[in-house]
């Protein structure tokens, strides 16, 4: 039975990563990955972290909907969206800058390539969802990234009150993660990759996600990020 479950189908790189960490601290609720789908359903109402749902075979879409009477899509300018993602799947460039390179992106394609507006308009299509959405859920919420990102307790408020659960925010929300980085010098940016490579033989995501969290601040390398930082 879907109970009050609400399912996050779309889009990636539009805050959902902070999104159900922030779920996950609440009480109330219950936060399920398309990972890791359990076999009983907890009692709890369920938010589901699916946000590339809409992009797979219709067996997932039927598999959710049996689960989750509502649907959640938060949607990017595609150019952003698509530069962001294109940053994260082109760190595997280098072993040091460590994440696979997907079959999404040509390896030596470069932002401006035509390439890459055939990426935005087919992958962050919004009427292409929106149209998808509809035709699985009944109920379902969509908002802009723009004004999740300046209004985060409205549009968390926003979305507990259409998922229809009593959930306690705390005063003050948690930061926001998962920040895709953008060097001014892709140089330097190399070298502190590759030192901190070297010095621990972990990829630059894990750097990079330390960053975002401000969990480096008493390290120099933080401070070398930080102001390798493009704003």
């Not at 799947?89 to 696979?100: C, W």
């Not at 935005?120 to 009944?138: D, G, H, M």
């Not at 033989?201 to 102001?227: T, V």
């Amino acid at each position: 039975m879907a109970g009050k479950n609400i399912a996050l189908i779309a889009h990636k790189k539009c805050g959902t990563t902070w999104l159900w960490q922030m779920f996950d601290k609440l009480d109330g609720c219950e936060v399920v990955h398309s990972k890791n789908l359990p076999n009983i359903w907890p009692s709890k109402p369920v938010f589901l972290y699916w946000p590339h749902a809409i992009y797979n075979h219709r067996d997932d879409l039927e598999y959710i909907r049996k689960r989750c009477d509502k649907a959640l899509m938060i949607f990017r300018d595609p150019q952003e969206a698509a530069k962001s993602l294109w940053r994260d799947e082109t760190e595997g460039l280098k072993r040091h800058e460590a994440k696979i390179v997907s079959g999404w992106f040509p390896v030596k394609t470069s932002l401006n390539k035509p390439n890459l507006t055939d990426i935005r308009y087919s992958y962050f299509n919004y009427n292409w969802s929106l149209k998808k959405v509809q035709k699985y859920f009944t109920n379902y919420f969509s908002v802009g990234y723009d004004f999740y990102l300046e209004n985060q307790r409205t549009t968390v408020e926003q979305i507990i009150n259409f998922w229809g659960v009593d959930l306690e925010l705390p005063d003050k929300l948690p930061p926001k993660t998962n920040v895709s980085y953008e060097p001014r010098s892709r140089l330097l940016y190399w070298i502190i990759n590759k030192a901190f490579y070297e010095m621990t033989g972990l990829p630059s995501a894990y750097i990079r996600k330390d960053f975002a969290d401000s969990k480096m601040r008493k390290s120099p390398l933080w401070w070398l990020y930080r102001l390798n930082q493009r704003y």
